[in-house]
């Protein structure tokens, strides 16, 4: 009698979690591990709500007991899980190996992310080097980028789009893009553009690009391309009448099928350019189709080309519900008075502002040298020598 009634709160427990109810769920869970503490399927179901809510410790007590109760390797494969978000990696490593032949393809993937955080290189490339998860392919991609992080932390935006994205991030004025933003928003107003231009600036001035124009136009990414042809002395080139490498400026775009957009003219054209971005709102995780240079990394507009919801929202006391309470979400906004646009950027990049981040970005990279910007040879083709 009690273990049909455990096993009748484990199965409620399992479609309020269907329902994405986990409150409900997780009350389920609990009363069926009362009422048969000997089960491991409740103790397994409960630890894994708890760590996907973030509760490690009490989640590895959980699967822990469960582990006691049953080897089913979901269990470890979870508390493997587990022990990677407490940084004992060697914890985890064991649990992995204990369910490499019988676990999910995922398992080796993991051992793999779990030899990476302990810079065991050499055993990391041989486990990836046999999976065949796209996941795993894009580890083992990434290790030669791996193999340069040596005390150095893993965690933050800048080495996230470094590794995966071979991507330069030039950052923001407050953290230096280095923290993932998730669902926030950020305005970039003139003095954020302009900071990024100027260590854009500083980039081309440092890679000794020898360039022949700056590509880019449209209410949008105009502005830009316009205030670095200024600023670098450079003709602004549409793909037709390009004789060279090319800068290609752009505002702010939306993932790589915006930025693939943006480039297409070009590429059709056969005209070797090196793509920068002010900002880039990601969609999906980082990967080489996004720019090769951009500024910032999140949801972001810049101040004369507000078209996202997210960025045309303003004040409304009588808005108390939705996403936004206290705000609505306004028309869409474009300043097309460009000349406008472009004086006010170049005024805010003469002002004689300190920007110690400039240097510590450029250093970075100077040790984190596997860029596409830096891979980028800008000599002209056969075609427009």
Same mark, same amino acid.
């Given at each position: ?75 470890? %494969?979870?508390?493997?899980? *587990?022990?990677?978000? /407490?940084? +004992?990696?060697?914890? @985890? =490593?064991?649990? &992995?190996?204990?369910?490499?032949? %019988?676990?999910?393809?995922? *398992?080796?993937?993991? /051992?793999? +992310?779990?030899?990476? @955080? =302990?810079?065991? &290189? ?19 991609? @990434? =290790?030669?980028? &791996? ?20 991507? =330069? ?217």
């Amino acid at each position: 009698m009690i273990e049909r009634l455990a096993r009748k709160h484990f199965e409620r427990g399992r479609q309020f979690e269907l329902q994405e109810k986990l409150d409900e769920a997780v009350g389920c869970y609990e009363r069926a591990v009362a009422l048969e503490p000997q089960s491991a399927d409740a103790y397994l179901a409960l630890g894994r709500l708890q760590a996907m809510r973030g509760q490690f410790q009490t989640a590895l007590k959980l699967l822990t007991e469960a582990s006691t109760r049953s080897s089913d390797p979901q269990i470890f %494969e979870w508390r493997a899980y *587990v022990y990677g978000r /407490l940084r +004992r990696y060697e914890d @985890a =490593l064991a649990d &992995y190996h204990a369910v490499l032949e %019988e676990g999910e393809p995922s *398992v080796r993937v993991n /051992l793999g +992310r779990m030899y990476l @955080a =302990l810079s065991r &290189y050499d055993e990391a490339e041989a486990v990836l080097a046999e999976s065949a998860e796209d996941s795993g392919k894009q580890l083992l991609a @990434a =290790l030669p980028r &791996y193999r340069e992080f040596r005390g150095e932390r893993l965690d933050d935006m800048r080495t996230t789009r470094y590794l995966f994205g071979r991507t =330069l991030l030039l950052g923001t004025m407050g953290d230096g893009g280095l923290r993932p933003t998730g669902h926030r928003y950020l305005m970039l107003s003139t003095r954020h553009v302009a900071l990024t231009l100027r260590r854009l600036a500083a980039l081309v001035e440092e890679r000794g690009w020898r360039l022949t124009g700056i590509g880019g136009d449209g209410p949008h990414h105009g502005p830009v391309a316009r205030v670095m042809a200024e600023v670098l002395g450079l003709p602004r080139v549409e793909p037709a009448t390009a004789d060279g490498p090319v800068l290609l400026c752009s505002a702010v775009l939306k993932g790589s099928t915006e930025t693939k957009r943006a480039e297409a003219p070009w590429r059709a054209a056969k005209v070797p350019f090196v793509h920068a971005a002010v900002g880039l709102v990601p969609v999906g995780d980082p990967d080489e189709d996004e720019p090769a240079v951009i500024g910032f990394a999140g949801r972001c507009a810049v101040y004369w080309h507000r078209v996202e919801s997210f960025s045309r929202l303003v004040q409304d006391r009588d808005a108390k519900d939705g996403p936004w309470p206290g705000f609505k979400v306004g028309p869409a906004f474009v300043d097309p008075n460009t000349d406008r646009v472009c004086t006010a950027l170049l005024e805010a990049m003469r002002q004689p502002i300190t920007d110690p981040a400039a240097e510590a970005i450029l250093a970075w990279y100077t040790r984190h040298a596997q860029t596409r910007a830096h891979a980028w040879r800008p000599e002209p083709s056969e075609e427009h020598r």
